[in-house]
């Protein structure tokens, strides 16, 4: 049984940065892979970002380059740091985190997932 919470989000320019942070509790080893996902009005959830316990990461291209996710396994914590925001990135985003310890080609994948976070609204404005 492991739950997530997201910060709240927020509203920021385009060209603005924001940060998101997801605290992970219940049973968990703290080894787990997490990641984030989003969804923008009229369209379907998508992959944004995931780490690994050893630090791996994997970013969708559409913010390659300009979101960074990291963890603190101490604090069973992982966070997205958004930069070069665009109208496009607004959305509700997601925290996750898997069950098991996929290989990484799979965490990209929505099915890798099997906790989920309620869901942070990110508006980006122009």
């Known amino acids: 049984q492991v739950h997530l919470a997201e910060s709240e989000g927020g509203w920021v320019q385009a060209g603005g940065s924001l940060r998101l942070s997801c605290v992970a509790f219940?049973?968990?080893?703290?080894?787990?892979?997490m990641g984030w996902f989003r969804q923008a009005p009229g369209k379907e959830l998508e992959f944004v970002a995931a780490?690994?316990?050893?630090?791996?990461?994997t970013y969708a291209d559409s913010v390659k380059g300009r979101f960074t996710i990291s963890r603190n396994n101490a604090k069973n914590m992982v966070n997205l740091q958004m930069n070069g925001l665009d109208t496009e990135d607004t959305a509700i985003y997601y925290c996750?985190?898997?069950?098991?310890?996929?290989?990484?080609?799979?965490?990209?994948?929505?099915?890798?997932?099997?906790?989920w976070g309620p869901g942070t609204q990110v508006t980006v404005s122009s």
């Open positions: 780490i690994t316990y050893n630090k791996r990461t």
């Open positions: 996750a985190a898997a069950s098991f310890r996929p290989e990484s080609e799979l965490l990209s994948e929505r099915s890798t997932y099997d906790y």
């Open positions: 219940g049973r968990t080893d703290g080894r787990l892979p």
